[in-house]
């Protein structure tokens, strides 16, 4: 068998760090490697301990969980450390902020417990993580803010068709949806999706999602 997942949770409120340890230490195939309620104490104890993915709240004490996560996996980090960010604040510019940090992923705190258990699994693979309704709610709320001024989409190195997949993978789909919108294989979706990030530059999906409505990509 596998070694198990190694996580690390972050979180400043006990009651929901204490559940948090107890869901996933629950399960066969993953293991706390530690926890602790502040962003600095998160950043230090990633940089020991060396998880696989770090659950990390985003309103915390001393160091906020934002500039945690760049400091962890941002593009100056060293060592980056796959983080999937999981809060309360669904409609809160945090939301994005911590996606241009370098999250790997974003959570709600309400999610089922099976879902936070899967985002964890499938953050560790170096996959990403976000849940369409948040990514609808990024360019519902910050649109404006988002997008660039000038109302043009600027020139790309895409080619039509995988702007058309860029721009559905922004809208949250999955690649079984992209495939089914696009009448393509899911194979292909994923042909597509390494070659964007490829082009771009951009290291997972949550990147491709946050480079599409900053250049206005998505209408």
Do not use: W
């Not at 499938?122 to 001024?149: K, M, N, Q, S």
């Amino acid at each position: 068998m596998s070694d198990p997942i190694r996580v690390l949770v972050c979180d400043d409120q006990m009651l929901v760090r204490t559940g948090l340890v107890t869901i996933i230490d629950a399960q066969p195939d993953l293991e706390v490697a530690g926890e602790c309620g502040d962003g600095r104490a998160a950043v230090d104890l990633a940089r020991r301990l060396k998880p696989d993915v770090v659950v990390m709240d985003v309103r915390m004490p001393v160091l906020d969980g934002i500039e945690a996560t760049r400091l962890l996996a941002g593009s100056t980090a060293t060592e980056p450390v796959k983080v999937l960010v999981v809060t309360t604040f669904n409609l809160d510019e945090y939301v994005y902020e911590a996606l241009r940090a370098g999250a790997s992923g974003f959570l709600l705190k309400d999610a089922p417990p099976a879902k936070l258990l899967q985002g964890i699994r499938t953050v560790a693979t170096g996959a990403a993580l976000l849940d369409p309704e948040v990514t609808r709610a990024l360019v519902g709320r910050y649109a404006a803010r988002i997008r660039p001024h000038g109302g043009g989409v600027p020139d790309s190195p895409l080619t039509p068709r995988e702007l058309e997949v860029l721009r559905l993978l922004a809208d949250g789909r999955s690649n079984g949806e992209i495939a089914a919108a696009l009448v393509i294989s899911p194979e292909t979706v994923k042909t597509f999706v390494s070659r964007i990030l490829a082009k771009l530059g951009l290291r997972d999906r949550v990147q491709a999602v946050v480079y599409a409505y900053r250049h206005g990509l998505v209408s």
